[in-house]
């Protein structure tokens, strides 16, 4: 529920205060469980509850033992939420020791990246990222192009995203905000975007 309504995606999708009072449910019924802390991080960091997002995901993190099969995911909301220091050094071990990760670390690690003015990190993790079914995907690889001097290039991402995506220019700033959760970062990547050639009503 959560993750359909932060991609904007049309037809009927459960309110996310729903979905957060459910997580919260499960949390409470198996406070012991890492799938239900981290679903719980994840639902509380789209719906700007950024500090709580954080410290599910360390619980979630010391209930998993470090296991690997949780690595990714919790430095994914780890990093999102802000903890630049853990976040991506979970991602980048569990991007080392499991040939196949969760391919949406990849845009914690992007984010981290754009966050560090590292545009050769961005623009690879963003091709690592995943196959385009959502507007991310062409969205970060927009981004890093145009930090990369090639804006010409990332034109062509604007496009394929408008395709994915139609209605992006109308919703992109709440788009944007439900995973990008810090205002300058925000704020850069909505420039870069626009030097890629997508006009973004009421931006300036």
């Known amino acids: 529920g959560g993750g359909h309504w932060s991609l904007g995606i049309p037809g009927e999708v459960i309110p996310i205060q729903d979905s957060i009072a459910a997580a919260r449910r499960g949390a409470g019924l198996a406070p012991l469980d890492v799938r239900c802390r981290a679903s719980l991080a994840y639902v509380l960091l789209i719906a700007d509850a950024t500090d709580e997002a954080r410290a599910e995901a360390g619980v979630a993190l010391e209930l998993s033992g470090m296991s690997i099969l949780w690595l990714d995911a919790v430095g994914y909301l780890l990093t999102l939420s802000g903890d630049w220091e853990k976040g991506p050094d979970l991602i980048r071990k569990a991007v080392r020791i499991n040939p196949f990760p969760r391919r949406s670390c990849y ?53 394929r995203l408008l395709q994915i995506k139609p209605d992006f220019p109308d919703r992109a700033h709440w788009l944007i905000t439900r995973h990008v959760k810090f205002d300058h970062l925000v704020e850069h990547i909505e420039r870069a975007l626009e030097a890629a050639g997508l006009a973004l009503p009421g931006h300036r």
Request: with cysteine; hydrophobic share 50%.
């Open 107 to 159: 845009s914690a690690l992007w984010l981290d990246a754009v966050r560090r003015d590292d545009p050769t990190t961005a623009l690879v993790a963003a091709r690592e990222y995943a196959p385009e079914v959502y507007f991310w995907g062409p969205l970060m690889e927009a981004v890093a192009l145009v930090a990369n001097d090639r804006a010409q290039e990332a034109t062509t991402c604007v496009e």
